[in-house]
């Protein structure tokens, strides 16, 4: 299985709607997303909250790019029907699959379509020390890097003659452990850097801050929050009245 998937997190500059919205909201969004997810027990319910994603996917022009990051997820989607089938159902294991789809496609639109220095600047306006809004603005700059370096790795183990393409799941399992453990080595040594770079420049000398730029949630920003709220007031009350909506009911007879 490729590590590739972690380019789902990397920052991608267009001039679409959903980036010219403030972090604050497109944070509700994931946030929403992932609690509409877990409002139904039932597979229909899931997919029509999974179609309503699929035109914000589209607005920031991303589309291609979700498809791109469901394909390179096909090893977990796998493994998750395979088990919950296995131990539950195979209703219940397709639940879990789009619960995963759903809130990994509104994370993904999240950190693609919001520029770190715009995150580190959303979080501090919300009263968060800029200590944690900038650790983790940086972490969220690292999660491409890792991606990047594990694919190296695995063609620097290529070249040495590890075969890492072997057929069956516990094969593909044992095989990224030779992955993993150089990508553990490397993102220690990364992170010590990282520390003595901002200690060479006195990083937390001083608590008051100020910044060239500042983010200010604009009147599309509001739209789009009264969007998700009423959204999530609709899928509350059909799932109080699901009983009544034999189709909502369907699943697979098995």
């Given at each position: 299985m490729s590590l590739m998937f972690l380019e789902a997190f990397k920052f991608l500059k267009k001039d679409t709607f959903l980036h010219r919205l403030d972090p604050r909201s497109k944070l509700l969004m994931a946030i929403f997303y992932s609690i509409f997810s877990f409002l139904f027990l039932k597979i229909i319910p899931l997919l029509l909250i999974l179609l309503t994603m699929i035109p914000l996917v589209i607005s920031g022009k991303q589309l291609k790019k979700w498809l791109t990051n469901l394909k390179n997820m096909y090893f977990l989607f796998v493994l998750i029907i395979l088990i919950n089938?296995?131990?539950?159902?195979?209703?219940?294991?397709?639940?879990?699959?789009?619960?995963?789809?759903?809130?990994l496609s509104a994370f993904t639109l999240f950190f693609q379509t919001v520029d770190p220095n715009d995150l580190a600047l959303s979080f501090i306006s919300m009263k968060i020390p800029y200590e944690i809004?900038?650790?983790?603005?940086?972490?969220?700059r690292f999660i491409p890097t890792i991606a990047m370096e594990a694919e190296n790795i695995k063609d620097a183990q290529q070249s040495r003659g590890y075969e890492l393409q072997a057929s069956g799941m516990i094969n593909k399992i044992k095989n990224l452990f030779p992955l993993i453990v150089p990508l553990i080595i490397c993102s220690i040594k990364r992170a010590f850097n990282v520390a003595e770079a901002l200690e060479s420049r006195a990083f937390g000398s001083r608590k008051n801050r100020t910044h060239y730029f500042t983010v200010k949630y604009a009147i599309m920003d509001w739209l789009f929050t009264?969007?998700?709220?009423?959204?999530?007031?609709?899928?509350?009350?059909?799932?109080?009245?699901?009983?009544?909506?034999?189709?909502?009911?369907?699943?697979?007879p098995l």
């Amino acid at each position: 299985m490729s590590l590739m998937f972690l380019e789902a997190f990397k920052f991608l500059k267009k001039d679409t709607f959903l980036h010219r919205l403030d972090p604050r909201s497109k944070l509700l969004m994931a946030i929403f997303y992932s609690i509409f997810s877990f409002l139904f027990l039932k597979i229909i319910p899931l997919l029509l909250i999974l179609l309503t994603m699929i035109p914000l996917v589209i607005s920031g022009k991303q589309l291609k790019k979700w498809l791109t990051n469901l394909k390179n997820m096909y090893f977990l989607f796998v493994l998750i029907i395979l088990i919950n089938t296995l131990f539950f159902s195979l209703n219940f294991a397709l639940l879990m699959v789009l619960r995963i789809i759903i809130m990994l496609s509104a994370f993904t639109l999240f950190f693609q379509t919001v520029d770190p220095n715009d995150l580190a600047l959303s979080f501090i306006s919300m009263k968060i020390p800029y200590e944690i809004a900038f650790s983790f603005s940086l972490a969220f700059r690292f999660i491409p890097t890792i991606a990047m370096e594990a694919e190296n790795i695995k063609d620097a183990q290529q070249s040495r003659g590890y075969e890492l393409q072997a057929s069956g799941m516990i094969n593909k399992i044992k095989n990224l452990f030779p992955l993993i453990v150089p990508l553990i080595i490397c993102s220690i040594k990364r992170a010590f850097n990282v520390a003595e770079a901002l200690e060479s420049r006195a990083f937390g000398s001083r608590k008051n801050r100020t910044h060239y730029f500042t983010v200010k949630y604009a009147i599309m920003d509001w739209l789009f929050t009264a969007y998700l709220i009423l959204l999530l007031i609709f899928l509350i009350y059909i799932q109080i009245n699901i009983g009544q909506l034999i189709v909502l009911n369907w699943s697979f007879p098995l």
